[in-house]
């Protein structure tokens, strides 16, 4: 699904992912550990193509393509999501209105008819239910006045509509208490199938608890210098970071 | 009433006093005005004639003009509309009207009323609407404490221009108490001459003590056509009326527009005013608002959007002379292409005006390194009890912003717009008419969609 060689990228001529090698198949879960200033974010960033990252050599294939030559709407398009750490508010533009051009926009590229308004709106109340958000989310501009909580449950709901291929979640545990961390945590694991993949970024392993992934890489330095089981989550939290990178640098 | 006149831009380039031969004469009315006009509305041409002749042309250096150049205009050589334009039929108005929108139309074209275009049937109880022209025939005096008066002097010399040459207007008066429920829309619709022409209609907007009207007023053009308008609109507000006013001008991109808006609001009253700014070449709109009483609240608000080859600007004039009024003054503009957009808003809060609550902002978003934005909020304040602020911003689409919708699938162009459409949201839903919030916000997407952003 999505095949990580040799990555390197630059923000602000400052190396920042140096040589990043990653396989997720289909279906998989990955987890990306690191300490604070190890690459995670903008290894998500890059991934989804946001401006700012230059790459300097590797590449990154997502089903056969090549993902860092095409915009970000594209990659969206074509199935890949990002659940942002910080989602931003958009004032003024009504939630609803949003994820039907988001969902339609991906309709077209794939050169199906767009939902109208009666069709949407039904599809949207299935996914409401199975999420169990409230709908009063949808009247308000796009996390504008959202909590903390709603904004990350909001995420997942655009990622239960638009039904990615590939969800990237950077640090969505971020800023939850352990209550939104079980519904946020609820969503997402609705949303694990066999065709899903995704790539769960975090600093902690608390969100592993209640999203169990298949495959944890500590990313350090810009690489990924360790990759096992969810075992290795557990380790890492009981021993910290500290002696892997002891051992990377040994 | 001289606590309402105001004073007039003085002349920077009369000659040792000599009235010169001025570019505005030819706006000038050529015959003396019609036989049975009351001697006050003589006097009142009369005097303003004197002004223009002495306030001449403003110039890059007057108060008020810095970045609003004449040039354009002058070198159009408009001269007013002589002749009524009644060839217009009532199908000729389908494609210009608000989908949907149930409202009492008054048809104003070229300046002039027009009755057979307009739909009076059955205005409530306490509501007349007529014509400026009519309603003087009938009753020389009926509008002796408003006409002229509200707007006194006026803000620079194309008020006196108005004044001196007004031919024909509407005129809308609602009794005490009276509640209409229905808006009434004003429609002013321009057609293209042969020669460029100036029309320079004068409206008189009173509701009395308790009334309530909504009054959305547009301008509209057939086509492409080069004229000028310069309207001029004085509304007296009653004790405790309400007055919403929605104006919406989408005139065509060759339209010179200035429209002078002069508010004398009694104790108690409210009026809400949204301006809509998206046509014309070359538009400058001002407001200017006194209040005669205390505890009055005056809402100014607007959007304007200007693209290439467009220049829209609004100054606004609100003075708190009395202690205990608010007013708020809430402008937010988009600017494209090598548009440009002045926004000038000054309060004034007197010495007496304790207890004033003034908050001005002024909010632009510019798409394109050509757009320019020349934007001034002043507030003088001389009384010590008051709770004032003003802001602005000028600023580009947030990069965040875009990078989260294109993430979510939606093309860049798409995602320009819908930020854009979220900007200028908080004005088009604040127009609290549907369907007229539909009009606006489908004429704001659609030059949007047109423009190169």
Known sequence: MLSVKGLKATVDDKEILKGLDLEVGAGEVHAIMGPNGSGKSTLAHVLSGREGYTVTAGSVTFEGRDLLELDPEERACLGLFLAFQYPVELPGVNNTYFLKAALNAKRRYHGEEELDAVSFLRLMKEKLKVLHLDDSLLKRPVNVGFSGGEKKRNEIFQMALLEPKLAILDETDSGLDIDALRVVADGVNSLRSPERSMLVVTHYQRLLDYIEPDYVHVLARGRIIRSGGKELALELEQKGYGWILDEAAA | MSAQALESDRATNAVGGVPEAGPFDAWLPASAPATGEP??????????????????????????????????????????????????????????????????????????????????????????????????????????????????????????????????????????????????????????????????????????????????????????????????????????????????????????????????????????????????????????????????????????????????????????????????????????????????????????????????????????????VDTKPRLEIYADDVKCSHGTTVGQIEPEMLFYLRSRGIPEGLARRMLCLGFAGEIINALGNEALAGYVSEAVGGRLQAAPL
């Open chain 2, 39 to 372: 001697g006050w509305l003589t006097a009142a041409r009369t005097a303003a004639t004197e002004r223009v002749r002495t306030q001449g042309v403003p110039t890059g250096k007057s108060e008020g003009w810095r970045y609003t150049g004449l040039r354009a205009l002058l070198e159009q050589g408009f001269t007013p509309v002589d002749e009524p334009l009644d060839a217009m039929l009532r199908e000729d108005l389908d494609d210009l009207l608000v989908p949907g929108l149930d409202a009492h139309r008054v048809v104003v074209v070229n300046g002039s009323f027009a009755p057979h275009l307009s739909d009076l049937d059955d205005l409530p109880k306490g509501l007349r609407i007529g014509g400026l022209r009519a309603t003087l025939a009938e009753d020389p005096d009926a509008l002796a404490d408003d006409l002229a008066r509200i707007a006194g002097d006026g803000a620079h010399v194309f008020a006196s221009l108005n004044t001196a040459g007004m031919g024909d207007g509407v005129v809308l008066l609602a009794d005490r108490g009276a509640l209409v429920e229905k808006p009434v829309e004003l429609l002013h619709l321009s057609v293209g001459m042969d020669e460029p022409k100036v029309a320079q209609p004068r409206h008189v907007i009173r509701l009395g003590d308790g009334a309530r009207v909504t009054l959305i007023e547009r301008w509209a053009s057939l086509g492409d056509a080069l004229y000028c308008n310069n309207a001029v609109l004085e509304i007296g507000l009653g004790r405790d009326a309400v007055l919403a006013h929605r104006r919406v001008q989408l005139e065509s991109p060759s339209a010179f527009h200035l429209s002078g808006v002069y508010l004398r609001q009694g104790a108690g009253s409210r009026y809400d005013g949204i301006n809509v700014g998206l046509g014309g070449r070359w538009a400058r709109t001002d407001l200017v608002v006194r209040f005669a009483g205390e505890h009055a609240e005056c809402d100014l608000s607007g959007l304007y959007l200007a693209g290439d080859k467009q220049l829209i600007d609004y100054h606004l004039d609100v003075q708190h002379g009395l202690p205990r009024c608010t007013s708020r003054e809430n402008f937010k503009g988009i600017v494209h292409g090598k548009g440009k957009a002045v926004f000038d808003g000054l309060v004034y809060v007197a010495k007496d005006a304790q207890q004033t609550d003034a908050a001005m902002s002024n909010r632009n978003l510019l798409l394109s390194q050509g757009a320019e």
